[in-house]
């Protein structure tokens, strides 16, 4: 194993052409079916690879590499399938404009769909077995990491450990330590990397510091400066060296195209998706009579008050409240609706009354709204935009996800803003609907227990009472 580790650089990048170029050749094999030219030195060949080359590596940086060891099989799975999903399609209909074009004895035709189809399943075949494979193969290299956990409270403890207990083959807690205690950096020695979770600015810098003199692996979670801080650049004032962060609202042309962008999609979408609001519209109104749309008023850019719509998932007249798993207030045909998430689609008609964008912050519930800001005043600077129907933290993150990390999501994507990001997190938006926890609602008490860990010890109290 210490052999490999020293090439593994070299070893994963083997991996990874081998992996792009089975793909590759899975579609172009089969298409050849229909297509001959594509196996023979042609102009047709040239072209098609090239499509597929710049088309793959546009929708990898999109969904996502093949990042074995940093992600899990499933979530690899999802971001490869999708991308070789739109590039296969991309390149096909490519194939079929050059047909038209010029006609040949080996015309394309639509009736080519099922080598597509064939060749695409294949393909999922290979993703599905490189995933699995790859992280079997890492986690063969690759111990779990040994973490030493650095907090503050048993909430904090609670709340960051839930999240490392979920990737056990990467990280394993061996330490965990109070920022005050005296031998903290002692501790932090110990182990390879560290997670510094709801720790003050002036100790986590200290801290920060020693860990990189140490050379340990960092991960810590951000707050309002360190947001500004990574959004800003490098400049070089004479010979003095500066970090500028030019907070700014959004340009006219940025509004704009934005404003065109969103009337556009809800249009389109409106008329591609006219079959499911029928169907969705008779199986509410079926199923107990009640209304067909969720109203409420929620907030959206500089806290102006709107009603949003959504598809009634929920008996009427039923207590408002955060959802919970195997709450009996949700309807049948509702669980369908938010499982596909089919219940956002009556938004559109928010977008096209300018209330809400495609992509930004999620309109939250007014009384939330209130609650957030007593607790995290930052929240309020989520309203600078205007609200959107899908957005980072609604891609990134979960239906129970805290209030501090969507804000932290929201805010990455305000100050990371341009017309490009927008329409890479619309494509990203589908895999929402492949994760099944991006629904997953409010655990009960009872099954918060499995991710009871154990507490930071108490540092010792080194002030008399009342001082």
């Given at each position: 194993?210490?052999?490999?580790?020293?090439?593994?650089?070299?070893?994963?990048?083997?991996?990874?052409?081998?992996?792009?170029?089975?793909?590759?050749?899975?579609?172009?094999?089969?298409?050849?079916?229909?297509n001959?030219?594509?196996?023979?030195?042609?102009?047709?060949?040239?072209?098609?690879?090239?499509?597929?080359?710049?088309?793959?590596?546009?929708?990898?940086?999109?969904?996502?590499?093949?990042?074995?060891?940093?992600?899990?099989?499933?979530?690899i799975?999802?971001?490869?399938?999708?991308a070789?999903?739109?590039?296969?399609?991309?390149?096909?209909?490519?194939?079929?404009?050059?047909?038209?074009?010029?006609?040949?004895?080996?015309?394309?035709?639509?009736?080519?769909?099922?080598?597509?189809?064939?060749?695409?399943?294949?393909?999922?075949?290979?993703?599905?077995?490189?995933?699995?494979?790859?992280?079997?193969?890492?986690?063969?290299?690759?111990?779990?990491?040994?973490?030493?956990?650095v907090?503050?409270?048993?909430?904090?403890?609670?709340?960051?450990?839930?999240?490392i207990?979920?990737?056990?083959?990467?990280?394993?807690?061996?330490?965990?330590?109070?920022?005050?205690?005296?031998?903290a950096?002692?501790?932090?020695?110990?182990?390879?990397?560290?997670?510094?979770?709801?720790?003050?600015?002036?100790?986590?810098?200290?801290?920060?510091?020693?860990?990189?003199?140490?050379?340990?692996?960092?991960?810590?979670?951000p707050?309002?400066?360190?947001?500004?801080?990574?959004?800003?650049?490098?400049?070089?004032?004479?010979?003095?060296?500066?970090?500028?962060?030019?907070?700014k609202?959004?340009?006219?042309?940025?509004?704009?195209?934005?404003?065109?962008?969103?009337?556009?999609?809800?249009?389109?979408?409106?008329?591609?998706?006219?079959?499911?609001?029928?169907?969705?519209?008779?199986?509410?109104?079926?199923?107990?009579?009640?209304?067909?749309?969720?109203?409420?008023?929620?907030?959206?850019?500089?806290?102006?008050?709107?009603?949003?719509?959504?598809?009634?998932?929920?008996?009427?007249?039923?207590?408002?409240?955060s959802?919970?798993?195997?709450?009996?207030?949700?309807?049948?045909?509702?669980?369908?609706?938010?499982?596909t998430?089919?219940?956002?689609?009556?938004?559109l008609?928010?977008?096209?009354?300018?209330?809400?964008?495609?992509?930004?912050?999620?309109?939250?519930?007014?009384?939330?709204?209130?609650?957030?800001?007593?607790?995290?005043?930052?929240?309020?600077?989520?309203?600078?935009?205007?609200?959107?129907?899908?957005?980072?933290?609604?891609?990134?993150?979960?239906?129970?996800?805290?209030?501090?990390?969507?804000l932290?999501?929201?805010?990455?994507?305000?100050e990371q803003?341009?017309?490009?990001?927008?329409?890479?997190?619309?494509?990203?938006?589908?895999?929402?609907?492949?994760?099944?926890?991006?629904?997953?609602?409010?655990?009960?008490?009872?099954?918060?227990?499995?991710?009871?860990?154990?507490?930071?010890?108490?540092?010792?109290?080194?002030?008399?009472?009342?001082?």
């Open positions: 194993m210490k052999k490999i580790r020293r090439f593994e650089s070299t070893l994963w990048l083997l991996i990874k052409v081998v992996l792009y170029c089975l793909l590759m050749a899975a579609f172009i094999m089969i298409m050849a079916k229909e001959p030219t594509l196996i023979r030195l042609s102009r047709t060949m040239g072209i098609t690879l090239s499509t597929y080359c710049v088309c793959g590596l546009l929708f990898l940086s999109i969904y996502g590499k093949y990042d074995v060891g940093r992600r899990k099989s499933k979530p799975i999802y971001s490869l399938s999708l070789v999903l739109f590039t296969d399609i991309v390149t096909y209909l490519q194939l079929m404009i050059m047909n038209t074009i010029t006609p040949s004895v080996y015309a394309f035709r639509f009736d080519s769909i099922g080598s597509l189809v064939l060749a695409y399943a294949v393909q999922f075949i290979i993703i599905v077995a490189a995933a699995y494979g790859g992280n079997g193969l890492f986690f063969m290299i690759h111990e779990p990491e040994s973490c030493c956990v907090t503050s409270s048993q909430e904090s403890l609670d709340c960051i450990a839930r999240a207990m979920k990737y056990k083959k990467q990280y394993r807690i061996d330490y965990i330590v109070d920022y005050r205690d005296k031998d950096l002692k501790t932090i020695k110990k182990a390879q990397t560290v997670f510094l979770y709801d720790v003050p600015s002036l100790q986590r810098s200290e801290i920060i510091r020693f860990c990189y003199k140490e050379k340990k692996n960092i991960y810590m979670n707050e309002m400066e360190d947001i500004v801080e990574i959004n800003a650049q490098y400049y070089l004032l004479d010979d003095v060296s500066v970090i500028n962060a030019n907070v609202a959004w340009t006219m042309e940025q509004r704009v195209m934005k404003k065109l962008m969103d009337m556009g999609l809800a249009i389109l979408l409106g008329i591609l998706t006219s079959p499911i609001w029928l169907v969705s519209a008779i199986a509410i109104k079926a199923y107990d009579g009640g209304s067909i749309f969720f109203k409420q008023k929620r907030a959206t850019i500089h806290g102006r008050v709107f009603e949003v719509y959504k598809f009634r998932t929920m008996r009427e007249n039923v207590e408002n409240r959802v919970t798993d195997d709450d009996d207030r949700i309807t049948k045909p509702g669980k369908i609706l938010r499982k998430r089919m219940d956002e689609l009556p938004q008609i928010n977008i096209l009354k300018g209330d809400m964008s495609f992509v930004g912050p999620r309109p939250e519930m007014l009384e939330n709204v209130e609650a957030y800001e007593e607790e995290l005043p930052e929240f309020r600077y989520r309203l600078r935009v205007k609200a959107g129907l899908t957005g980072y933290a609604q891609i990134a993150g979960k239906y129970n996800t805290s209030p501090k990390d969507k932290i999501m929201d805010m990455m994507y305000i803003f341009s017309i490009v990001r927008d329409i890479q997190l619309m494509f990203q938006t589908l895999i929402v609907l492949l994760k099944s926890d991006s629904t997953e609602a409010f655990k009960t008490g009872k099954e918060e227990e499995k991710y009871i860990f154990v507490p930071a010890k108490e540092t010792e109290e080194t002030e008399k009472s009342g001082e």
